[in-house]
């Protein structure tokens, strides 16, 4: 479906599921009928007379185009209601298989804890609705679910089982420890980069004073590049090298998805919030250290909708504001949530912790510094290059800030975005 929908496959499924709240589940019966054959226990059986890739090379074949009515939409191409609906139903497929495992394994080995990974397990939506509506009492998603992962299971496999150290289930010791394990630079190194480059900034000797100015740029609605710590090990930005916003912009989604991130205007941003006030935004009262969990947005903090948007369908309701935060408010009340403690990331919690005092509001946009189909920015340079060619309007690293109305062009560089391949 990520390819009969116009998305690369390996890579857009997580465009899929973002897609999926503006459309409705009408082929969900049509999946069911011929192509999925899903158990009670959550195993099922996949009709390959509708797929290509054991043989071709295209996913799916005629038959499915047969089945769906035409062809698969063509990459790049304006998305119509058809690929919402498509993206709705199988979303709800994915749900239903996995709630359908999880409860299975839960009656199995009676097990009050799940942990998950591989690259379903990045589907939040469907980690929500196990954490929500699942037998077990808390669940773990691997924060590099994906292939990369594969990296730190062999080591982690290594260090326990050839070398035969002890494992324990320390969680306070272990918490939020397999995230932060890129590389990170000291002041120093930020220091001679942003002098050999001969760059304008203003150096901060206290964090908090640097968290603070930070936090009072984020309140009067710029978008700040945040370069700080140890990078994050995973595809999702934790507040080491992430992009940050105002979420409570009723334009902020549409400034940094098209001039920024340069991406598809449907794809929604994702909050961060302070652990103590998750409950008071969201329908969720749990560590969500990943970004992993997506939770509804709660009914107090939603805004309800005239009579005249209630008839909006599909991609029309992108700009309609539904909530208090309507930046990071999905177009179905909910939101990919991290939950940040000073434990796990001192110096981000003190930013959001800045704009709550700042704002009332202990949530700011989280999404990943880089540009879409480049990976995240690794160090200074990447994270200033990146800095210069978008829209962002501040620069943090470390406890340097850079303002861009400071900073000379970037030269020689008209020809940047056709360096890697769009996602």
Known sequence: FTYYTGFKVNSGEYKVMGLAPYGEPKYVERIYDHILDLREDGSYRLNMAYFDYTAGNRMTNQKFADLFEGPARKPESKITQ????????????????????????HAQTGASKLCLSGGVALNCVANGRIHREGPFEDIWVQPAAGDAGSALGCALF????????????DKAARSQKASYLGPEYSPAEIKSFLDERGLKYTEYTDDKVCAREAAALLANENVVGYFNGRMEFGPRALGARSILGDPRSSKM??????????RESFRPFAPSVIREDVHQWFEHDS?????????PVQESVRRKM??????????????????????ITHVDYS????????ENNAAYYELISEFKRLTGVGVVINT????????????PAQAYTCFMRTGMDFLVLGNFILDKKDQPALANDSDWQSEFELD
């Open 287 to 295: 560590d969500s250290h990943y970004m992993l969990i997506v939770a």
């Open 368 to 379: 990943s510094f880089n540009v879409r189909g480049e990976p995240i920015v690794l160090d």
């Open 82 to 105: 058809k690929e919402m609906d498509l993206a709705r139903s199988v979303q709800v497929v994915v749900e239903d298989v996995m709630l359908r495992q999880s409860r299975h394994i």
């Open 335 to 342: 939101a990919r949530i991290q939950t940040v403690t000073r």
């Open 306 to 327: 005239t009579n005249d948007e209630e008839q909006l369908f599909g991609i029309e309701k992108l700009n309609v504001v539904r909530s208090r935060l309507p930046a």
């Open 253 to 262: 989604q549409s400034v940094m998805n098209l001039k920024i991130k340069f």
């Open 158 to 169: 290594t260090w326990y089982r050839y070398l035969d150290n002890p494992r324990d289930a």
